[in-house]
């Protein structure tokens, strides 16, 4: 598909867990539209339903009510066009293979030939500077290599929508902002269509062309914003741009506005 096709549609989406104490409406009324080869950053607080979101997009959690579309075709259940990195990288590895072999899994399913196989799984591992790791096991590796392990899996699987759960919070900053460039320049140089979750406003700027600022639970889109940073972005040069500031000030203070209640949230550009 060409890029700037509409690739995933999500129309007032409402998601209720049902509990023994009670119902939570995790969703509230969700929609928004994503294109093909678009990095799409969604931001909200911890708890306003961002993973619920996720889980309802890759079809793998119902949701109460609301249409989810890609390519035109209903969501209905697990996708075989997605792939999700999550944020739990310990538990998202198999321990008993090797970092080829956790790369390798999915790709028993397609029908592909051995030496295709190998070519796409090598491929993978060097597009995220692990090929010295190739045959180490997950345990042997720190937090940010078994992560970038788990990116890795799910960029040779090819998926048509790479979908991150807070990837990155539970590693230290320096080996984050690593992690934040390789996204972005597997963005850049695969086109590979993106969703990224955070709670962290700084890096939804810093790796968004577009931004989804979502309220508190039940959730619903506060904003959605157009990042316009130059494509070329560094962590030094475009943290320091005055328009970096400005947005992240824009979305913060959406944020805190959500916070106070919905009445309280005009929608002004930033
Ligand atoms: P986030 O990822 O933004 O932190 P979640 O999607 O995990 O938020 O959770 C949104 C809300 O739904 C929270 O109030 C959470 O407690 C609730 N929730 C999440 N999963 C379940 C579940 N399986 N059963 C009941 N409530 C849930
Ligand atoms: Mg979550």
């Known amino acids: 598909m060409p890029d700037g096709s509409p690739l995933l549609r999500v129309e007032h989406l409402r998601k209720v867990y049902a509990t023994t104490t009670g119902e939570v409406e995790a969703?509230?009324?969700l929609s928004f539209t994503m294109s093909h080869g678009e990095l799409v950053c969604i931001v909200g607080p911890s708890g306003c339903g961002k993973t619920?979101?996720?889980?309802?997009?890759?079809?793998?959690?119902?949701?109460?009510?609301?249409?989810?579309?890609?390519?035109?075709?209903?969501?209905?259940?697990?996708?075989?066009?997605?792939?999700?990195?999550?944020?739990?990288?310990?538990?998202?590895?198999?321990?008993?293979?090797?970092?080829?072999?956790?790369v390798e899994l999915p790709l028993r399913h397609k029908k592909l030939s051995r030496a295709v196989r190998d070519r796409i799984v090598t491929d993978a591992i060097e597009a995220v500077g692990l090929p010295q790791a190739t045959l180490s096991h997950p345990w042997q590796l720190s937090g940010g290599m078994q992560q970038r392990v788990a990116i890795a899996r799910a960029i040779a699987y090819q998926p048509e929508v790479l979908i991150m759960d807070e990837p990155f919070a539970a590693v230290d900053a320096q080996t984050r902002a690593e992690l934040e460039d390789l996204v972005r320049l597997l963005h850049l140089?695969?086109?590979i269509s993106t969703v990224f979750v955070t709670h962290d406003i700084d890096e939804s700027v810093y790796l968004g062309q577009r931004v989804l600022?979502?309220?508190?639970?039940?959730?619903?889109?506060?904003?959605?914003?157009?990042?316009?940073?130059?494509?070329?972005?560094?962590q030094l040069t475009t943290?320091?741009?005055?328009r970096f500031t400005e947005l992240r000030t824009h979305i913060y203070g959406q944020i805190q506005r959500a916070r106070r209640g919905p009445a309280a949230a005009p929608r002004s550009a930033p």
Do not use: H
Request: hydrophobic fraction near 35%.
């Open 52 to 102: 619920t979101l996720l889980k309802c997009l890759a079809g793998l959690l119902r949701p109460t009510s609301g249409r989810m579309e890609m390519d035109g075709a209903p969501v209905t259940g697990p996708s075989p066009a997605m792939a999700v990195v999550f944020q739990e990288y310990g538990r998202s590895l198999y321990p008993w293979l090797t970092v080829r072999g956790n």
């Open 239 to 242: 943290r320091a741009l005055p």
């Open 189 to 191: 140089t695969r086109g």
């Open 213 to 234: 600022v979502l309220s508190n639970s039940p959730t619903r889109v506060q904003e959605d914003l157009v990042i316009d940073l130059p494509s070329e972005r560094d």
């Open 27 to 29: 969703i509230g009324d």
